[in-house]
């Protein structure tokens, strides 16, 4: 009986690709990325089109994509608009007037317009601080590599990706122990032209051993404009170095905002991180850290205050790689109408990293039947002599509280700032600088007092 | 000062007040005892404002006005005050801040101007120290960690500063010892004055000990059952509510 062949499925059969079907966005972005980068053969180059490979064959991350589950940029990304072009230096000084945030706080700043850096509107002269424009050394032929990119996540990230296929000036900063602490350096990302366009920006920090630095993070823009901004730190924090970082997400209420923080920490080293987020109709704020060496703290706190329709996503990750690190998170979100905010916070404590101390914790108001959270927090523990918790918390503004403060004769919009209030101002006071807090209470407040109007 | 004609008051639909009828004229301290679950409570809380108690008849007017058709804050502006019996703790806001917040919304209400932030510290010390109130404690947020005696101080001194023409104090005496209560009870009586009326209410004699009322009302089962001048307290105190609930029935 003659036995028949096994079957077989070639698999030259099935080698034809279905036909992917690809969104306007997406569209996009291959096009933008096959008319600037394809060809292009500076330094980053490689570097580009690999980050670029898994965006091209996959899309934009959706809500099947378990780190985008709650942040779905396929759906929320119609088009993408044009890489801006570098605006005028009068534009870019018109739109550095307008921004506001933190008053005559005494600072050093790198100004970015559009994406662009401008050392002319830029204070970067002082003491233990160096700044080098990114375009400038692409254009100069600077070999670059060795600065960008060299911090890794352990997996892909969709907005990291697109931020390194896409970037087009940034700055590499090194700040030494010269550095004068108590002057802030700010980073300053506006929008000067009155075109939707898109930036990335990729800026590398590297604070040096026993360097302790302020980093204001500041972003501006103006409403009605559905901006796309992606800004990506890489930033190294050396040993016995003290970073405290606030960044300020104040974009235009059509913005779409995607911000990436990627730190490594040295030996003993100290950082702390605080995100103030109150614009943009869409925005992402990443923060992955890594504790490479022993001894180090890390405080990621934030506020987050969503009216309207807006979507506020803090995804924070962190490694704790080595043993004896402390990491604490503590976020709030103030939501309000139909916004919806995300928290993702994932604290991995590997196999080596015995006496990890982490900590995590989640509050939120909900100020409407319709607001909206979703809180995800994750431990992944391998090691056993740890200490980890993690909580959270949702609630509406109490009414027993609400009473007694109108009791005393407090109308009832007031008695509700004053909670709001009450409720994000313990996290904003552990920033510590007293003139810092008071600017995040003031806008606070401003934000508030807006929200009167319904309340 | 204060009528308050027929009211009866009902809590997701028990009716809790069974028609009150109580005067209570300016210069006038009124004392209002009787046992748990008499109404005491819910008429403190009828007369400041708070939700969930429904109104099935009768009404409220203060110094001719009607009460129940005003919020409370604004109650509060026009000079009722409501010193509650398990005071609020409100963790993030400094009791500095939150007095300076009341008095100037009232202020702000009855067209007065607002205080300068000097002016307004002067007098709260001035009127803390009367009632041995710390700064500490001024600094602390609001009622947090406070011991009971201190959330009551802290409720007189809130009267002290705020200066209303109806003061109503709902138990102030419970949780208090022997010398809160002094302290308390001589900040309660600095009060007194013939533009101000107060409604006391307790459920034992010792109070009226330190605060001698002008007149002593029997609450019980959601009515006025005896009126008295402050004997009738006495009498309270050595027979007990019984009698008088029997009275209600």
Known sequence: MPISPPMRREAGVMNTKPKIFRTQAEQDLIRQFDQRFLTGNEGLSSLRRDAFADLREAGLPHRRVEDYRYTDLKAAFATIPDIAARPDLQAARTALADVGVWGDLDRHQIVFADGYYFPELSSADAPGLSVRGLAAALADGDDVTGRIGQLRMQGPDAALDLNTAFMVDGAMVAITADWVAGKALEFVFLTAGGEETAQYVRTCIVVEDGASVQILETHAGPDGLANHSNVVFEASVGDAAHVDWIKVQKCGDRAMHLGTTLTTMGRQSDFDHFVFTLGSKLSRSQSFLTFAQEGSTANLRGITLLRGKEHADVTLLVDHAVPACTSQERFKAVIDDQAKGVFQGKIIVRPLAQKTDGRMMTQTLLLSDDAHVANKPELEIFADDVQCAHGATTGQIDEDLMFYLMARGIPEGEARILLILAFIGATIEEIGDAAVVERLEAMSRIWLLGEGADL | ?249
Do not use: W
């Open chain 2, 1 to 249: 000062m204060l009528e308050i004609k027929n009211l009866h008051v009902a809590v997701d639909g028990n009716e809790i007040l069974r028609g009150i009828d109580l005067t209570v004229n300016a210069g006038e301290v009124h004392a209002i005892m009787g046992p748990n679950g008499s109404g005491k409570s819910t008429l403190s809380y009828v007369l400041s404002g708070k939700d969930d108690y429904e109104i099935t008849e009768g009404e409220i007017l203060f110094k001719g006005e009607d009460l129940l058709a005003m919020a409370p804050h604004e109650r509060a502006a026009a000079g009722v005050f409501l010193a509650f019996q398990y005071p609020i703790e409100i963790p993030g806001v400094a009791t500095m801040t939150f007095l300076k917040t009341a008095l100037n919304a009232q202020r702000r209400q009855r067209g007065q101007a607002e205080l300068a932030t000097p002016d307004f510290i002067r007098l709260v010390r001035e009127k803390a120290q009367t009632l041995h109130i710390s700064q500490d404690m001024l600094k602390r947020p609001l009622n947090v960690g406070f011991s009971g005696g201190e959330k009551k101080r802290n409720e007189i001194l809130q009267m002290a500063l705020l200066e209303p023409a109806l003061c109503v104090l709902d138990e102030t005496d419970s949780g208090l010892d022997i010398d809160a209560l002094r302290i308390v009870s001589d900040g309660v009586n600095a009060l007194r004055g013939p533009e101000r009326a107060m409604i006391v209410i307790t459920h034992y004699q010792r109070l009226l000990d330190h605060i001698v009322p002008d007149v002593v009302h029997v609450l019980s089962k959601g009515r006025i059952v005896k009126t008295g001048d402050k004997s009738l307290a006495l009498e309270l105190e050595a027979k007990g509510y019984a009698d008088f609930a029997a009275d209600a029935a």
